[in-house]
């Protein structure tokens, strides 16, 4: 236990679907990050949020959106989805990542499938 | 840029061998340096860590110590165990909240 949590566990969504991957912190950092893990890929940053402020956005598909309402909650919004959006999605939060030498804590992941 | 690269894998052994899984890294600045674990069906968990040039990070009887000589960050274990099974990822800090990542190295351990 990690103390980032998701919910689901488990998504799967038509391309014309929309959903939201919920993630959750209960360690009072102030950074919380979107991850994209697909199979023998290397991990892929998606977003950034520093106090509830978008820090870095790695030129991401607009079908992705995310929203950080206070700093202990993180949402990705998902709407029409391709097949390869099929992937692992992480969630993970630090104390305070400007310098990057906080260590990141990871949730779970929501294993998403687009169908 | 800041990058990794650490041995692709699959590893297989046998319990109680030896592991080593090399890590290097690109020498921009002072990074800190990090091992992190994922097991089946679960996200990433922070393994061990080094902040600084000759420290050496250990937890749960793997050890890594940080080489500014040779850019590494070496992964290694005694004695490896069954439960040790899962996928292992070498990573750097840097500046602007990025952590970057090897591409992991999955090791599987036979009883």
């Known amino acids: 236990e990690t103390g980032v949590t998701q919910t689901p566990r488990h998504l799967v969504m038509g391309m014309t679907n929309k959903k939201s991957l919920k993630c959750e912190q209960h360690l009072g950092h102030n950074a919380m990050y979107w991850y994209k893990q697909s199979a023998k890929k290397p991990l892929e940053l998606m977003f950034v949020?520093?106090?509830?402020?978008?820090?870095e956005n790695n030129s991401v598909p607009s079908r992705f959106s995310p929203e950080c309402p206070n700093s202990s909650h993180l949402f990705l919004h998902l709407h029409t989805l391709q097949p390869e959006d099929s992937a692992l999605y992480l969630c993970?939060?630090?104390?305070?990542?400007?310098?990057?030498?906080?260590?990141?804590?990871f949730g779970p992941g929501t294993r998403l499938t687009v169908t | 840029g800041n990058s990794v690269t650490q041995m692709e894998g699959p590893v297989t052994l046998s319990e109680e061998a030896f592991l080593t899984i090399n890590c290097t890294y690109t020498?921009?600045?002072?990074?800190?340096l990090f091992w992190y674990v994922q097991y089946p069906g679960e996200g990433l968990q922070l393994l061990l860590k080094a902040t600084k040039a000759d420290d050496k990070g250990s937890n749960k009887g793997f050890e890594a110590t940080y080489r500014k000589e040779t850019t590494s960050f070496h992964l290694e274990k005694g004695s490896v165990q069954v439960s040790d099974s899962a996928v292992y990822f070498c990573a750097r800090g840097g500046s602007n909240y990025k952590l970057t990542f090897g591409k992991g190295t999955l090791l599987t351990v036979n009883p």
């Open positions: 993970a939060s630090s104390q305070d990542g400007l310098a990057g030498e906080y260590e990141q804590y």
């Open positions: 020498a921009t600045g002072y990074p800190s």
């Open positions: 949020y520093s106090l509830e402020e978008r820090v």
